[in-house]
């Protein structure tokens, strides 16, 4: 069986920084790719950055460009989203996901529908962040 398993969430203030980490098991790394989804209260789901699928290549959406850094350890199956400079609006639940395809299509600039993101191959249990002004 697949599981994700996010972990690293937390209370921090503006300007602050936090890790998020995501243990994935029983995944084909050459195959699927790893990234973050998110969703605020309120607001509709939003992919956040991802690394992977045919190639190890990364996106970014653009509100957190030059702030998060998203990175794979393949040897401990982790994949890492270092956060930095973090802003009251990155406050969300942040998700781990596994999909063969979607990082692609986010990198061709495509972007993902609410039916989308329902049907990624894998969901992990979200991890809570919220950025205090």
């Known amino acids: 069986d697949v599981q994700l398993q996010a972990s690293g969430g937390g209370l921090v203030q503006a300007g602050g920084s936090l890790r998020l980490a995501c243990a994935a098991s029983?995944?084909?790394?050459?195959?699927?790719?790893i990234g973050w989804v998110r969703q605020a209260p309120g607001k509709e789901r939003e992919g956040v950055s991802c690394?992977?699928?045919?190639?190890?290549?990364?996106f970014y959406i653009d509100s957190v460009k030059g702030r998060f850094s998203i990175s794979s350890d393949i040897a401990k199956n982790t994949v890492y989203l270092q956060m930095n400079s973090l802003k009251p609006e990155d406050t969300a639940v942040y998700y781990c996901?596994?999909?063969?395809?979607?990082?692609?299509?986010?990198?061709?600039?495509?972007?993902?529908?609410?039916?989308?993101?329902?049907?990624?191959?894998?969901w992990g249990k979200g991890t809570l962040v919220t950025v205090s002004s």
């Open positions: 029983g995944l084909d790394f050459d195959v699927y790719a």
């Open positions: 996901v596994a999909d063969r395809f979607f990082c692609a299509r986010q990198r061709m600039g495509v972007t993902l529908t609410e039916h989308y993101y329902e049907g990624l191959d894998y």
């Open positions: 690394i992977g699928g045919t190639d190890d290549s990364t």
